[in-house]
Each structure stands twice: as structure tokens, then as C-alpha cells.
């Protein structure tokens, strides 16, 4: 092969009670990227379309996690990419993460699979970090293997992927307003009590049997968070009363997405999950604040090949 043509899905991440450790696979949201082999032993970054992001390839996070995945296999093998943006940056939804992954997953295919999936998040993490400023793999590792993943470890760094119960739905709102990564990461408290600490292991502890079990009623229990979202949450329009509305329409939790300003609701079936997306519909009309909107099953392969 000589081209491939791959759907980069969008995550969310941290789930709540899963800070930097902790992501989900959205299966109707994502950008779509032409990766192909050229003579010239260049990355390039030879179509952007969608959003306006960097053409040199040292700047755009999928040339430089291309150029990482390349320096480690010591190739001069030249690519070409094109990126078709549907995941706005600053979303909150695992733009850059999308880019990173579909790149590394698109020119691994294309050298013969040297890696396994597994192997490629390091190389993806390598745009994060241009990205935020941190090497955090809670997108790349789920749009990469699809599902749940958990990062166990970042030094060394190891991933669990997780179970994924079959009813599971995410609404996921995306209010028109950007939160920059590095920005949200500011903002966090660098120390928390032990309490809350303690709080939140037995909630990420709790999420992780849920998922083993299919203990929906469990999984919505888990998802809370003491440590971070009551930062972040100031910054996301109308976020408590969301969460309220959703729960009363049936989701099993509510949180931020990522950084934010997205924010998801976890729900059992589609038809409560229309029925909370048409809440938050009609909720955020009235509000008159411009958003994206969308229903989503968890996605369990991750990058796909079109």
C-alpha cells in the first residue's frame, strides 16, 4: 500500500473521576486523514481542511508524532498528510489526540504494522505535548485501541483497555467556545486533601468494576469528581444546571469533557440517551450560546481504515 484513507475518532477523557488516567472511544465523531508515502524522505502536511491549523509538519501534532514514530524505527520514508477537521481544537473532545493517532496508526499500517496499537501511544503522546505542554495519554490510548483505556503507569507506561457494556451511550455537548489545554491544566490545584483523594479512588476503583460487571447503576455512582471538575466547571456555561438536566432526564452521570468546554452525559440505551439529548437541545436554545451537539455509541476499535 501506498495510501491509506482512516476515520481519527474523538475521545473523552478523564471521565470524571479518572483525571490524566482514564478515556472512552466515541464512535460518530471524528476527523478523517489521507496518509500517503512520497519520495522526497519529508513529512509533509499537505492539506488542512475544516479548521485552520499549522502546515509545517514540526508544528502540526501529527507530522511530530509521525516524525517520532520514524526517528525510533530510524526511517527516512517520506509521508504525506491530509487532515479533514471535524473535531474543532480547544473542544474539550481529543482534537489533537485524533490527529496524533490517525497519523501513527495510518503510516504504521503503511510500513507493514511494526508496531502493535499498544506500542503507538508513545509516538501519539509526542503531539500531546506540542498540543498542551503535557505527554498525557488519556485520548491517544482510547483512539488507538478503542473502548475504555486506563493508564495504569506513565513511567514506565503501561495501558489497560477496559470492558465496554453494551448499552452504553454518550451525549456529548460542545458549547462554541474554545478552552485552550494548557490554560484548563493552569487552573488545577497542584495539592489536594487525602480525603479527596480517597474519594477519588474508591470512585475510579468503582467505575472500573462497573465496567466489568455491566453495573450501570454503579457507573453512575462512580462518576464524581471532588478534585477537579469544581475548578474547571466555572469555566463551561450553565454546567450545573446541565448536569442537573440530565440526570433528571435519565443519564446515569454527568461530566467535563477533557479539559472542556465540552461536557458528556453517560447513558444506558438510545432512548435515553435522545431523550437527554433533546433536554440539553432544548436547554441550550434558549440560552442563545451557539454549540455542537451529539449522540454517540462507544466506539471499540478505535482508528478505522475507510
Known sequence: MKELKVFAPATVANLSCGFDVLGCCLDSVGDEMVVRKNDLNEIRITKVTGQELPMEADKNVAGVAVKALLKDLESDQG??????????????????AASSAGAVF????LL??????NQLIPFAMQG???ASGNEHA?????????????????CPLEVLSLPVPSELRMVVLHPLIEIKTKDSRSI???NISLKSAINQ?????????????????????????????????????????LDELSVANGALGFGISGSGPSVYALC?????AEKVKQAIKKFYEKKGIDFDLHLSAINKQGVKIL
Request: glycine share 10%; net charge negative.
Open 79 to 96: 509521508f504525506d498528510i491530509e487532515i479533514t477537521k471535524r473535531i474543532k481544537p480547544g473542544s474539550g473532545i481529543g482534537s489533537s
Open 106 to 109: 495510518a503510516v504504521n499500517k
Open 112 to 117: 507493514g504494522e511494526p508496531y502493535s496499537s
Open 128 to 130: 500531546e505535548l506540542i
Open 138 to 154: 488519556d485520548n491517544v490510548a482510547p483512539a488507538l485501541l478503542g473502548g475504555f483505556s486506563l493508564v495504569r503507569s506513565y
Open 188 to 190: 488545577i490545584k497542584q
Open 201 to 241: 479512588w474508591g470512585n475510579l476503583g468503582a467505575l472500573i468494576s462497573a465496567l466489568y460487571t455491566d453495573d450501570y447503576d454503579l457507573l453512575g455512582r462512580s462518576l464524581e469528581d471532588e478534585i477537579v471538575e469544581p475548578i474547571r466547571s466555572i469555566l463551561i456555561p450553565y454546567f450545573q444546571e
Open 268 to 272: 444506558k440505551g438510545d432512548e435515553n
